[in-house]
């Protein structure tokens, strides 16, 4: 499958409804790119604006890329590989051009009730399409603006948790984890 992740830092909502753009963090970089690596996502870019924010990341993924670090934690540093850092997502979207000649389909996550296209619905397209790119978005803070999910050519489902007093706010590395599980793991293995 042709699908690509991007975790979008900007423009995100804060929990006042605002529109920010949220710190990266050390955890989101290496627990999404193992995810993303344990489910064939061919590409993971991590988005933000802000220089410092940036370089702030390449410190972490150079790090892991050292040779002592490489030699405790391989897997790590192989997973790393396949994250690209970007300042907007219009710059993830032409690189999966550039790689793939076509423009990828956008799809949105969401812990909104908005989303209207099932798991298995989107399966269903990513293998009809098979030369199709696909980049899942995935918002961090209070979730994407209004503005990125009307650019989307879907909304997945929310994940429903147990729905005791109606709480639903997942980390987006967990939230990374059970979607593409959802979407790429092997069915005999549920």
Known sequence: ?????????????????????TAITGFDLHDIARSAMTFGVKKYFVVNPVAAQLKFAERIVAAWAEAESFVQNWTRAK???????????DNVI???ENETGKLPSLVA???????????????GKMAAQEGQPWLLLFGTGWGM????????????EPIAGADQDN?????????????LDRLMGRPDAN
């Not at 499958?1 to 753009?21: D, Q, R």
């Not at 996550?109 to 399966?123: D, E, I, N, Q, V």
């Not at 603006?145 to 997945?156: G, P, S």
Request: aromatic letters at 10%.
């Open 79 to 89: 997973a790393l590989a396949r994250l690209s850092l970007q300042k907007d997502l």
């Open 167 to 179: 709480y639903n706010h997942l980390s987006v590395r967990s939230a990374v984890a059970i979607i």
């Open 109 to 123: 996550t969401s812990a909104r009730p908005k989303g209207a296209l099932s798991y298995a619905a989107f399966r």
């Open 145 to 156: 603006t209004d503005e990125i999910l009307q650019r989307c050519d879907y909304v997945l």
């Open 94 to 96: 032409l690189e999966i």
């Open 1 to 21: 499958m042709n699908l690509y992740l991007a975790l979008l830092h900007y423009p995100v909502y804060n929990k006042n409804g605002e529109v920010v753009t």
